[in-house]
């Protein structure tokens, strides 16, 4: 008798549970994904290419996790399995109250049953929330590594929202590759600051098939680094693992699932962003590193931003859009944009608010904290659309920008326009180039 299963997911870890701990396997039937997070995912199929066509001829629905008690009760489903991330603990166990409810399980999958093991050494970043700055991270650690001749091949965590059988490996070496792939905003976000310094970045839905892709890789491959999605623990076996920590945010780094995994699991942690946290915050974050893992070594780290055209802010009227998840589900009051418009003397936040139309409307709605921010939403070419129509109506003397993408290139903005950039800085000792020699070194990677 198999056993009914639902993943509840949010297009990305539950596909990656599927594969590495249910396909193929005879004794479990997952009856169905449910989605969250992220709009306009469900209603689709994970098809029978990807799920295996000997058990699942029919591919394997998707639907809104909104119903999933009653999906629980009309599919006879014995296991639900949770496989999404940065999601407080209250909310992971008022999800499993719900499903045991229900009657079924609750499960929670770990790293054991789920990471593949490379052929090549692997680094892996991570972080304890959505936008603690990893990008800039895997990015720092990629460019100490090219420097020593090393050829860095990034596998980032997926996203994959258009067609999964087309999104099965992706490889992204030049900005073409973008609109070849029909990347969304937030995969441009995450793919154009790799492809821009040189290096080549796989995505995709099988991680096991582009984790051989890219060991293979056609420019060479010396060293996979994984560059983890929101707080999620890694896809691949780790060889060094970088976890980074935001005192923006002090305790979510022992109160979000699975960013506590990721604090524990990390050889290094960075704490980044103190040239702007409060100093109580910053000892708060590291006398919790010292509890749950007092043998990672701690590195301090910020985050200058860098700005084009200052002028453009003093004294004006301007609209802030910055990194759409990290305002969402991340919750982050202010980014880089903010800071930078304070800095620079803005008279004004223009508040985007009352001149949202459509997607980026109902982003408001369902996230009514985010304040006097836009967030550069673009899962689908509707909420593009809408994200430009919304900066086209909203009143200002000039928008900016703090993605880390060209938005002028995917949405049309009349308004002038200033650009916001962001890299880390370590501060002080260890930092990342002694953390990179020691693995250089052990690894025989020295060329």
Known sequence: MRRNVIIIG???????????????????NVVAFTAAQI????????????????????????????????????LDVVDCVFSYSDVPYQRV????????????????????ETMVKST?????????????????????????????GL???AVRHPMPYGDLNAQKVQRFAKVED???HKCTIEEMEEYEPHVVRGNVI????????????????PDGCDVVLWDGGNNDFPFYKPDLTVGVADPHRPGAEVSYYPGEVVARISDVIVINKIDSADIANIQKVRDNIAKINPNAKVIDGASPLTVDKPELIRGKRVLVVEDGPTLTHGEMKIGAGTVAANKYGAAELVDPRPYAVGKLA????????????????????EQTRDLEKTIANTPCDAVVIATPIDLNRIVKINQPCVKVGYDLQEIGKPDLTEILDEFVKKHNLVK
Do not use: W
């Open 10 to 28: 949010a297009a990305g870890r539950d596909f990656h549970n599927f594969n590495t701990f249910f396909r193929g396997k005879a004794e479990y």
């Open 39 to 74: 709009p306009d995912i469900d209603g689709r199929k994970y098809p029978k290419e990807l799920a295996g066509a000997d058990l699942y001829p029919n591919g394997i629905p998707i639907y809104a996790e909104s119903d999933l008690p009653k999906l629980i009760k009309d």
């Open 93 to 112: 166990m008022n999800m499993s109250a719900m499903v045991n409810a229900a009657g079924a399980n609750f499960m929670l999958l770990g790293p054991g």
């Open 120 to 148: 090549k050494p692997v680094i892996a970043v991570g972080a304890t929330r959505t936008g603690c700055g990893k990008s800039q991270t895997s990015r720092r650690i990629i460019e100490i590594l090219m420097a020593k």
């Open 151 to 153: 050829k860095v091949v």
């Open 178 to 180: 973008l609109a070849k």
């Open 202 to 217: 796989y995505a995709g839905v099988d991680y096991e098939a582009i984790l051989r892709a890219a060991e293979n890789d």
């Open 362 to 381: 109902e982003t408001f709605r369902i996230y009514p904290n985010i304040g006097t921010l836009l967030p550069a939403m673009g899962y689908g070419d």
